[in-house]
């Protein structure tokens, strides 16, 4: 039987690179984005072996039409990466109500709707959930109070779910990237964030998007059967060394 995932924010980055594992391990993909054309183009490179959904995982009604649409697909559902998200950055001060409920609606209603909506169907296949966290749900920084406040909710709500869906066999677990070398991050890093951020990751450098997505489909596989409830923040070390100064690592 060929398993199934449905991953969202799946046009471009990580999501991309995961559906990409995914197809290479003998998955069918149910790629879920709002940008309809991108995920269009992004589909049609790929082959019979996926679906294109445009849906806002912050709406209800879309998503059960797109868990609906991911599990005829499929003929069942064995995985879902809930990855969409958005990031909005200012001062606490700048943060308007508009703001955080932008952040907030993808960022945590969108996993919470996702998760319900495909409960029944990943319980029948004992299925997984991956949540995509951040480090910034992990540890403080500024600039990040809508941000990182909804990825720390997302890995509180990862604890929930594997808690109450273990009993239907369904594992959930939760991956927060470090600092990523997507093509939107090294548009917007400056050499100066680029130089600040090596030296404060003890590997000494940005993650890859696919090695972020070797850990997310390990989690969905029968390789991690025993694994539930945990968070993985794949970050090169960022996490462990808090708040350190790298100067005193030497």
């Given at each position: 039987?060929?398993?199934?995932?449905?991953?969202?924010?799946?046009?471009?980055?990580?999501?991309?690179?995961?559906?990409?594992?995914?197809?290479?391990?003998?998955?069918?993909?149910?790629?879920?984005?709002?940008?309809?054309?991108?995920?269009?183009?992004?589909?049609?490179?790929?082959?019979?072996?996926?679906?294109?959904?445009?849906?806002?995982?912050?709406?209800?009604?879309?998503?059960?039409?797109?868990?609906?649409?991911?599990?005829?697909?499929?003929?069942?559902?064995?995985?879902?990466?809930?990855?969409?998200?958005?990031?909005?950055?200012?001062?606490?001060?700048?943060?308007?109500?508009?703001?955080?409920?932008?952040?907030m609606a993808t960022n945590l209603d969108g996993v919470f709707l996702c998760s319900q909506a495909a409960a029944p169907a990943l319980a029948?296949?004992?299925?997984?959930i991956v949540n995509i966290g951040s480090i910034s749900g992990l540890r403080a920084s500024t600039l990040r109070v809508a941000y990182g406040?909804?990825?720390?909710?997302?890995?509180?709500?990862?604890?929930?779910?594997?808690?109450?869906?273990?009993?239907?066999?369904?594992?959930?677990?939760?991956?927060?990237?470090?600092?990523?070398?997507?093509?939107?991050?090294?548009?917007?890093?400056?050499?100066?964030?680029?130089?600040?951020?090596?030296?404060?990751?003890?590997?000494?450098?940005?993650?890859?998007?696919?090695?972020?997505?070797?850990?997310?489909?390990?989690?969905?596989?029968?390789?991690?059967?025993?694994?539930?409830?945990?968070?993985?923040?794949?970050?090169?070390?960022?996490?462990?060394?808090?708040?350190?100064?790298?100067?005193?690592?030497?």
């Amino acid at each position: 039987m060929t398993k199934c995932a449905l991953v969202t924010g799946a046009a471009r980055g990580i999501g991309l690179a995961t559906v990409r594992l995914f197809l290479e391990e003998g998955w069918r993909v149910a790629m879920v984005d709002r940008d309809g054309t991108e995920l269009a183009a992004a589909a049609a490179a790929l082959g019979p072996q996926v679906c294109a959904l445009e849906a806002d995982v912050s709406e209800p009604g879309q998503v059960a039409a797109m868990v609906e649409a991911a599990v005829a697909f499929g003929g069942g559902l064995d995985a879902l990466v809930n990855n969409a998200g958005v990031a909005e950055f200012g001062p606490i001060a700048d943060c308007d109500f508009a703001m955080w409920r932008r952040v907030m609606a993808t960022n945590l209603d969108g996993v919470f709707l996702c998760s319900q909506a495909a409960a029944p169907a990943l319980a029948a296949r004992k299925g997984a959930i991956v949540n995509i966290g951040s480090i910034s749900g992990l540890r403080a920084s500024t600039l990040r109070v809508a941000y990182g406040t909804s990825k720390a909710a997302v890995i509180q709500l990862t604890k929930q779910q594997a808690a109450e869906l273990g009993e239907q066999g369904v594992r959930a677990n939760c991956v927060c990237p470090g600092p990523v070398r997507t093509k939107l991050a090294m548009a917007v890093h400056s050499q100066e964030i680029i130089d600040a951020y090596h030296d404060a990751i003890p590997l000494n450098r940005y993650g890859s998007e696919r090695e972020i997505a070797e850990a997310i489909v390990f989690l969905c596989s029968e390789k991690a059967s025993y694994i539930t409830g945990q968070v993985l923040a794949v970050d090169g070390g960022f996490e462990s060394t808090g708040v350190g100064l790298p100067a005193l690592r030497k």
